[in-house]
């Protein structure tokens, strides 16, 4: 299957500080999205991106979809304690002979008061 | 539904047995994903169901593992002679339309014994 490397794999930080994490694939993706996942529920989409160079926010987040369209960034600002959890990164192949979007392996965030 | 349901929440079953898990999707939703977490890994892909159309089952990983949607609706994912390798937690998914983000239920965590 297609190769999503997200990174860091795992962010502790003070609260308050700014955030920064990506992911990458090997090829041409049409969608991106970002979700983030707390302990013992399902993913919850954060925001999605449909076109290369598109830049959206979604209160505090804010995500890109790389010129390239090989390549996502979100990144989170002011954190705050309930920003921790895992996220993912997953998105659609352009020439996407599935039906499934193909997820990263998660950064996992944790804010320290 | 508001949401993705899904039942049970935890499943604890031992080696050799079959296990049901059950996914009631959002109400309209035509699409439907299953996906299974390992612990600290991303989420991978098992079967899509898009209306009456054939599922694409090409996620899953041994003949152990089906699923069939009943009506359109609801979705069970069964895995015959449990092995301990199987042990994740489930997640299901349901969308409007495929090129979209969907929204995932809590997931079940199944543990093997």
């Known amino acids: 299957g297609q190769q999503l490397n997200q990174s860091p794999q795992s962010m502790f930080i003070q609260e308050g500080e700014d955030v920064s994490m990506n992911c990458t694939s090997s090829s041409i993706f049409n969608t991106w999205l970002w979700y983030k996942q707390d302990p013992g529920e399902g993913p919850v989409l954060l925001i999605a991106?449909?076109?290369?160079?598109e830049l959206t926010s979604n209160g505090r987040l804010t995500a890109q979809f790389g010129i390239t369209r090989k390549d996502s960034f979100l990144n989170i600002s002011a954190s705050i304690p309930s920003d921790v959890g895992i996220y993912f990164c997953?998105?659609?192949?352009?020439?996407?002979?599935?039906?499934?979007?193909?997820f990263g392996t998660g950064t996992s965030l944790t804010v320290i008061p | 539904g508001a949401g993705v349901s899904q039942s049970p929440s935890n499943k604890v079953t031992e080696k050799g047995k079959d296990v049901e898990l059950r996914c009631d999707p959002i109400?309209?939703?035509?699409?439907l994903y299953w996906y299974r977490q390992s612990l600290g890994q991303g989420l991978e892909f098992l079967i899509y169901f898009q209306g009456n159309s054939a599922p694409d089952k090409s996620g899953l990983p041994s003949d152990r593992f089906s699923a069939e949607r009943t009506g359109g609706s609801v979705s069970t994912l069964t895995i015959q002679r449990t092995q301990q390798e199987d042990s994740a937690v489930y997640l299901c998914?349901?969308?409007?339309?495929?090129?979209?983000?969907?929204?995932f239920g809590s997931g079940t965590r199944l543990t093997v014994v």
């Open positions: 997953a998105g659609q192949p352009r020439r996407n002979t599935g039906n499934q979007f193909y």
């Open positions: 998914a349901s969308s409007l339309n495929r090129d979209r983000g969907y929204t």
């Open positions: 991106l449909y076109k290369a160079g």
């Open positions: 109400s309209g939703h035509t699409a």
